[in-house]
């Protein structure tokens, strides 16, 4: 039995990526014209396989010059509840974190309130740089009910916040949550080493423990160009 041959596309995506695993970001791949060549395919074909490969950042074109691989960027499934550390872990990246604030106060309204704690009940708050491969990606913000603060005495700069929880037997088990878009401040374009005024991704979620009762209200500010986030939709 004669094993069926892949859509060209795909061979010249498949040669691209196994190209990229063995480069560093900056390094030149093939142009249009040498895949064409290469591949005896049309420029129609070369630029269908390499556009998906810009789509994922993997890829970058130059108008003139030519195609370079680009710097990797994280990959975040926002369709799955996992923590910082396990989509890292996921991605074949290291997570790390630079606390920033670790800390017991008392609770904004709009934290009590999402929290379901009565006026100005204290709250654990945690402010971490979040890391990966030491490369700062995103700033994140949690506040979590005085219950659980415990968690300020783990190392959150190494260890998961999540895995403290579990700890406490807090499970974060279920997630709603906003996306939108930004410009960078002056303070987050310094701790995340990007232009002032460059995009930021902003998330906002309310996560619930195994009861269904709300357990973590947390903000969390990723440098646009170092983020994809994909999401699986169905009707």
């Not at 560093?24 to 290469?38: C, I, K, T, W």
């Not at 929290?115 to 006026?119: E, G, K, N, R, S």
């Not at 990606?137 to 009910?145: K, S, W």
């Given at each position: 039995m004669t094993r069926?041959?892949?859509?060209?596309h795909q061979?010249?995506?498949?040669?691209?990526?196994?190209r990229?695993?063995?480069l560093?970001?900056?390094?030149?791949?093939?142009?249009?014209?040498?895949?064409?060549?290469?591949f005896?395919v049309s420029?129609?074909?070369v630029r269908?396989?390499?556009?998906r490969?810009v789509?994922e950042g993997?890829?970058?074109r130059?108008?003139g010059v030519g195609?370079?691989v680009a710097?990797?960027?994280?990959?975040r499934?926002?369709?799955?509840?996992r923590?910082?550390?396990?989509e890292?872990a996921?991605?074949?990246a290291?997570a790390?974190?630079?606390?920033?604030?670790?800390?017991?106060?008392t609770?904004?309204?709009d934290?009590?309130a999402a929290?379901?704690?009565?006026?100005r009940?204290?709250?654990?708050h945690v402010r971490?740089l979040?890391?990966a491969?030491?490369?700062?990606?995103?700033?994140?913000?949690?506040?979590?009910?005085m219950?659980?603060?415990?968690v300020?005495n783990e190392?959150?700069e190494?260890?998961?916040?999540h895995d403290?929880l579990r700890?406490?037997?807090?499970i974060?088990?279920s997630?709603?949550g906003t996306l939108?878009?930004?410009?960078?401040?002056?303070e987050?374009?310094k701790?995340?080493?990007?232009?002032?005024?460059?995009a930021?991704?902003v998330?906002?979620?309310l996560?619930l423990?195994?009861?269904g009762?709300?357990?973590?209200?947390?903000?969390?500010?990723?440098?646009?160009?170092?983020f994809?986030f994909?999401v699986?939709l169905a009707?």
């Open positions: 069926k041959s892949i859509p060209r061979a010249v995506e498949r040669h691209l990526r196994s990229i695993a063995n560093r970001p900056g390094d030149a791949v093939e142009s249009d014209a040498e895949l064409s060549a290469l005896d420029r129609m074909t269908q396989a390499t556009q490969l789509d993997l890829i970058y130059v108008p195609t370079f710097e990797p960027k994280v990959h499934d926002i369709a799955r509840l923590s910082f550390t396990e890292m996921g991605r074949g290291l790390r974190s630079r606390i920033l604030v670790a800390e017991l106060r609770g904004t309204a934290e009590v929290l379901h704690l009565a006026p009940t204290k709250v654990t971490r979040r890391l491969d030491d490369r700062p990606v995103a700033i994140e913000n949690v506040v979590l009910p219950s659980c603060s415990a300020l190392d959150l190494r260890g998961s916040l403290a700890a406490l037997g807090e974060p088990t997630a709603t939108i878009a930004i410009n960078a401040g002056g987050d374009a701790l995340l080493e990007i232009a002032p005024g460059a930021l991704l998330e906002e979620r996560i423990n195994q009861n009762q709300p357990l973590e209200k947390t903000q969390t500010r990723y440098a646009g160009e170092e994809v994909h699986t009707r």
